[in-house]
């Protein structure tokens, strides 16, 4: 099947100023137009793959800006407005005094055909989550599938639309949903409601959702999942360890806790006595990795994976490519070369000293080398990405999303991403890769989970409980957290009491 595109561009295009639209009109690559943005003050762009091309030398007025939104929809909670039956989304940016003064008019596009290279996992009734970066296709992807879903398989498919992103703007969705329902959601902070409304008032045999990024979409999901329902949906995250490493998503996959062994079980399994498990069944029983718009990496049974992963055991994904309008599975192999795709081996949780070499990008090397040192942490900071398993770098890069972290991502190297650039954050991101060697003296461990826990606490201000520990560790643990001038307390009964450390507001 050959992809066809529909992108109602001529619609986008009517809302701007003559003397802008004109030279856009003139451009040779305006098919592959993605966005326009329009900034007080500022030369009016049209950005494109690769390149932005000013439109016009004259500075943007308030008249330009209102001229735009005179001819488009209402904005919403979300700062977002769309055009009638269309799939453009234009976005604004206000002042202090909440007028408008900027715009970005994003050019949205129907692509038929391109949920095929999953085609067989649709029909299967199992549920599906799409993971991926940004502008990857997974909206598309989803928009796609519910028509499929809908028009070929015959079946009651309900689309949650939260700003309007799959069906578009208006009362009427976008023909690209096919016989689709499609409830609107008011705000953001109500699509786990609408959600629920949704199963309880009309019946559907599929929700599609996009975008599931806080705690109470993630329990609506369980629930409809509980009910019989297929759900497909996306959620934030590239990659499925980026999922695992989000508390606040990981119930989608089952969700991780921290399990003691008795000392027969432990020898059994090899392991040391706490461990991390899966703690529920997943709510997706399919998760697929959307690499790029032809090629995607399929985990076919979640659960298996979680928990193969939580062992330390290596596990590929079947990477599928659509090539001349045909799906072919590419052989596992190795880490791939430029161009290539290679399923890899993801690595949350080991038991084997296995040494990860690990690229820092934007972040303090000094600092990454002594997290490692206090973490003893089975890691080989490299300079080149070619030599790179893992790249660590800020929250600040990565919104930038400069060369070399998207071609980590389109290598299919993990990415991860530290809030701020500490000591603290650096062990976290550590402690999450890998526990702590066997051989560490317990007491040693206690005090650096502490010390990581200060650092956050002093960083973000947000509380931290630790984990439980005897009476002679816990009085160490209120004596480090008072000397960093925080409060604690110990909380819970033996043998699971635990200290809990957090600022005092009132100090």
Request: aromatic share 2%.
């Amino acid at each position: 099947m050959q992809k066809e595109i529909v992108d109602d561009l001529e619609q986008l295009l009517t809302t701007l100023a003559p003397d802008i639209v004109e030279p856009l009109r003139r451009q040779e690559g305006i098919p592959e137009l993605l966005e326009i943005v329009l900034d007080l003050g500022r030369h009016p762009e049209a950005r494109f793959p690769g390149q932005e091309v000013v439109l016009n030398l004259r500075e943007v007025t308030f008249d330009d800006l209102q001229y735009v939104v005179s001819r488009i929809g209402a904005f919403g909670d979300d700062n977002r407005a769309g055009i009638e039956r269309t799939l453009h989304r234009i976005s604004a940016i206000r002042n202090r005094q909440g007028r408008i003064i900027g715009l970005t008019l994003r050019v949205g596009r129907a692509i038929y055909g391109t949920m095929v290279i999953i085609q067989d996992i649709v029909q299967s009734g199992k549920s599906i989550l799409l993971l991926g970066r940004p502008g990857v296709g997974k909206t598309t992807m989803l928009r796609e599938v519910a028509r499929v879903l809908a028009d070929d398989l015959g079946k009651r498919v309900i689309v949650v639309d939260t700003s309007n992103e799959i069906a578009g703007d208006g009362d009427i969705p976008h023909p690209a949903i096919g016989h689709a329902r499609r409830m609107q959601v008011p705000t953001p902070a109500l699509q786990h409601a609408v959600m629920i409304e949704a199963v309880e008032n009309h019946m559907p045999e599929v929700i599609v959702i996009d975008e599931i990024g806080t705690e109470l979409d993630a329990a609506a999901a369980r629930t409809i999942a509980e009910r019989g329902v297929q759900l497909v949906a996306t959620a934030h995250g590239n990659t499925l360890d980026n999922l695992m490493m989000n508390p606040t998503l990981a119930d989608l996959i089952g969700g991780i806790q921290s399990v003691t062994l008795g000392d027969e079980e432990a020898r059994r399994r090899g392991t040391q006595k706490t461990v991390l498990e899966r703690k529920a069944p997943p709510t997706f029983d399919v998760l697929v990795e959307i690499q790029g718009w032809d090629q995607v990496a399929v985990h076919d049974n979640v659960a298996e994976v979680v928990d193969s992963i939580l062992r330390g055991q290596p596990i590929t994904a079947e990477v599928r490519r659509l090539q001349d309008g045909e799906v072919k599975i590419l052989e596992p192999r190795g880490r791939a070369r430029p161009g290539e795709a290679a399923p890899r081996s993801l690595r949350l949780v080991t038991n084997q000293p296995e040494v990860t070499r690990l690229l820092p990008f934007g972040i303090s090397r000094d600092r990454l080398e002594q997290a490692v040192r206090s973490m003893q942490a089975p890691v080989y900071l490299v300079r080149d990405l070619r030599q790179a398993d893992m790249v660590m770098t800020s929250k600040a890069y990565y919104r930038r999303k400069p060369q070399i972290l998207k071609e980590a991502e389109d290598r299919g190297i993990p990415v991860y991403v530290l809030r701020s650039n500490t000591v603290g954050q650096m062990q976290q991101g550590l402690a999450s890769m890998y526990q702590p060697p066997a051989a560490a003296n317990p007491v040693d461990l206690a005090i650096r989970e502490a010390e990581s826990a200060i650092n956050k606490v002093l960083s973000e201000g947000e509380p931290m409980e630790l984990s439980p520990q005897n009476a002679y560790v816990r009085r160490l643990q209120h004596q480090l957290a008072e000397k960093n001038n925080l409060s604690s307390a110990s909380e819970g009964r033996e043998p699971n009491r635990r200290v809990k450390i957090y600022k005092d507001e009132r100090g």
